[in-house]
């Protein structure tokens, strides 16, 4: 398996355009994680899937994100419209029956 | 929020030395996960260790848990170059697979 694959890697864009991350998951593991990480406030869990359903959003920070899992091998984070303060490293992790996370290489996301 | 607290924050030792790093936590777990990121890197899994459980071992990793102190430690022995990395733990607080990161140790080996 090639693991968590994430796009992509880098992305730069101005303040008010949309940007879409994208993540395919481990084939077979049912449950998907959006985190974000910045030197300030460290690893942040943005919402998570179990077997495609949202479980959990409490950590999306406002309506401009949202994010999708229509089906077991594919999931997006959108933001809209982007900021400057939503520059941030982007992680998509996902597991199954709790055994650890396996994490994508991330996306750099800088809005300017 | 934060849900771990990792001690110290930076540490740099000799290759062929032992490293620990400490993990502090708040709430009642499930388990607890330490994971390692090198720059640049998605995190990697390491070792979990579950609430019934007090010590478990991997390779050089050993780990040990007192969930009376709401503590754990992640031992590296014989450090290598290689093992240069950020380390963090992560608790999952209600069996459901949701972790908490912790804020990570920096570990540097000077060769």
């Given amino acids: 398996d090639a693991g968590v694959i994430q796009s992509p890697r880098h992305e730069v864009t101005e303040m008010g355009q949309e ?16 985190y ?12 998570y899937f179990n077997n495609n359903v949202p479980i ?57 | 929020s934060q849900q771990g607290e990792e001690d110290p924050q930076a540490l740099s030792i000799q290759e062929g030395e032992n490293a620990t790093m ?3 936590y708040k709430t009642s777990i499930n388990n607890l996960q330490w994971y390692r990121q090198n720059s640049g890197r998605g995190l990697v899994h390491l070792i979990l260790i579950r609430s019934n459980e007090r010590e478990k071992h991997s390779g050089r990793l050993r780990v040990t848990l007192d969930t009376s102190k709401k503590s754990s430690s992640l031992l590296i022995t014989a450090s290598r170059a290689a093992d240069t990395a950020s380390y963090f733990c992560a608790t999952d607080n209600f069996g459901n697979e949701k972790l908490t990161f912790g804020t990570g140790t920096r570990l540097t080996i000077i060769p």
Wanted: net charge positive; with cysteine; proline share 6%.
């Fill in chain 1, 19 to 34: 940007v879409t991350l994208r993540c395919k998951p481990i084939s077979g593991h049912n449950s998907l994680f959006w």
């Fill in chain 1, 36 to 47: 974000r990480q910045t030197m300030m406030r460290g690893l942040e869990l943005l919402i």
């Fill in chain 1, 56 to 112: 959990d959003d409490s950590g999306m920070p406002e309506d401009r994100f949202s994010a999708k899992m229509p089906n077991a091998s594919f999931s997006t984070l959108k933001i809209q419209p982007s900021e400057p303060r939503d520059s941030a490293v982007y992680f998509c992790a996902s597991t199954i029956g709790g055994e650890g996370y396996t994490f994508g290489s991330g996306t750099r996301l800088t809005v300017v």
């Fill in chain 2, 22 to 24: 400490n993990c502090s």
